[in-house]
T-cell receptor
């Protein structure tokens, strides 16, 4: 079966760095997405990885290792507005997105 | 501002009633999707459409139907609602079906009693 695993909840301190991990087992791989979802709102796109390595975009970076079925999202200089759920999704061989349940990130002052 | 709109924002529905959730996008995207989001579960694909005039079944299609008469609109119909269809429903679109970022509408919160 297809499976995306990520921690249910994480807590971090304002100004710190946090890494959210995602492991996956899917039928085929055409890319991995990270989305941010604030409570009561729609998911919004953060990053896309299709090749191994690190993609940096401002305070957010995303890493992919296809051989290990592993990705992480790194958030630096955390701000209170970063409190949200972070969703990992893998595009399978049919180009359909398989979604993890999301990681709820709580930022404390 | 370009984007995706959904209606209604929320709805309480009696079991057995028919309900259509509306979704419209003005980005001229070819592909559109309907997901449901339930607590503790990832987004689950209900139906999708790769281009106007075509539709396909996702992971959880039972009890739902869709149509794609034109590029902009992708309504989702519950023929006879059941309590297990209580969920938040998101419509999304992407420029194409292959490896393109999906953009989401604001969602419809549906409660079936």
């Amino acid at each position: 079966g297809q499976n995306i695993d990520q921690p249910t909840e994480m807590t971090a301190t304002e100004g710190a760095i946090v890494q959210i991990n995602c492991t996956y087992q899917t039928s085929g791989f055409n890319g991995l997405f990270w989305y941010q979802q604030h409570a009561g709102e729609a998911p919004t796109f953060l990053s896309y990885n299709v090749l191994d390595g690190l993609e940096e975009k401002g305070r957010f970076s995303s890493f992919l290792s296809r051989s290990k079925g592993y990705s992480y999202l790194l958030l630096k200089e955390l701000q209170m507005k970063d409190s949200a759920s972070y969703l990992c999704a893998v595009e399978d061989s049919n180009y359909q997105l398989i979604w993890g349940a999301g990681t709820k990130l709580i930022i404390k002052p | 501002i370009a984007g995706i709109t959904q209606a209604p924002t929320s709805q309480i529905l009696a079991a057995g009633r028919r309900m259509t959730l509306r979704c419209t996008q003005d980005m001229r995207h070819n592909a559109m999707y309907w997901y449901r989001q339930d607590l503790g579960l990832g987004l689950r694909l209900i139906h999708y459409s790769n281009t106007a005039g075509t539709t396909g079944k996702g992971e959880v299609p039972d009890g739902y139907s869709v149509s794609r008469a034109n590029t902009d609109d992708f309504p989702l119909t519950l023929a006879s609602a059941v309590p297990s269809q209580t969920s938040v429903y998101f419509c999304a679109s992407s420029a194409s079906a292959d490896t393109d970022t999906q953009y989401f509408g604001p969602g419809t919160r549906l409660t079936v009693l």
